[in-house]
């Protein structure tokens, strides 16, 4: 069973049906005990980073994702999902991310467009289970202002160019995390998704 964790932002509903739509048995949870029994873990979510670590706290699922990526089950960060997982944000001032990884959580720099909204391309860095039948340079949708910059560069296994190039998708044993949303990225979206869910098996 795969934990789609309810924490107050964005549509966290799109991600279940299309776990659902791939035949995988998924439940929608803010409960850290259902969380940590699930098999494997999808963060998802879209909004301001600072409200999104105050929920997480809140419902003792920092906590949680803490256990489950030191107990080496599959976790999946989705957009601001992803950008949790690292040390800090410069999102509206500084705050604390869960530290599963290492870097900041920048905004695009002076004079580029934001939000990066829209299909772009993902640019593969290294094999990775998550892309596995996957064409490289496939098209992904996103929408986001801020990007994640790691201080471990072999985190990354997946770049997108715009305005400069930022790390799109990161891994490092089985925390995975995506900046752009699967769930609407159509038959790649959902191949990445049935990857996800084969890692949890």
């Not at 105050?54 to 906590?63: F, K, M, T, V």
């Not at 080496?72 to 500084?94: A, V, W």
Request: with cysteine.
């Amino acid at each position: 069973m795969i934990a789609v964790i309810r924490y107050g932002v964005g549509n966290v509903k799109s991600v279940l049906c299309a776990l659902r739509h791939l035949g995988r048995e998924a439940i929608l949870s803010s409960d850290p005990d259902e969380v940590e029994s699930a098999s494997g873990v999808i963060l998802p979510g879209v909004g301001a980073f600072a409200t999104a670590m105050q929920n997480l706290e809140r419902d003792g699922l920092d906590s949680a994702l803490c256990r489950i990526n030191s107990a080496d089950r599959p976790i999946l960060g989705i957009c601001l999902g992803l950008q949790l997982f690292f040390s800090e944000s410069e999102e509206h001032g500084s705050y604390r991310g869960l530290g599963l990884l290492s870097g900041r959580v920048r905004r695009f720099p002076p004079g580029a467009k934001a939000p990066h909204m829209g299909w772009n391309q993902v640019r593969r860095q290294k094999p990775s289970a998550l892309f596995d039948g996957i064409p490289d340079d496939s098209f992904f949708y996103f929408a986001h202002s801020y990007y994640a910059q790691p201080d471990d560069t072999e985190s990354i296994i997946g770049v997108t160019d715009y305005e400069g190039s930022f790390a799109s998708a990161v891994a490092r044993e089985s925390l995975f995390g995506v900046q752009f949303h699967p769930e609407k990225s159509g038959p790649w979206g959902l191949r990445m998704l049935a990857n996800f869910c084969h890692l949890c098996e």
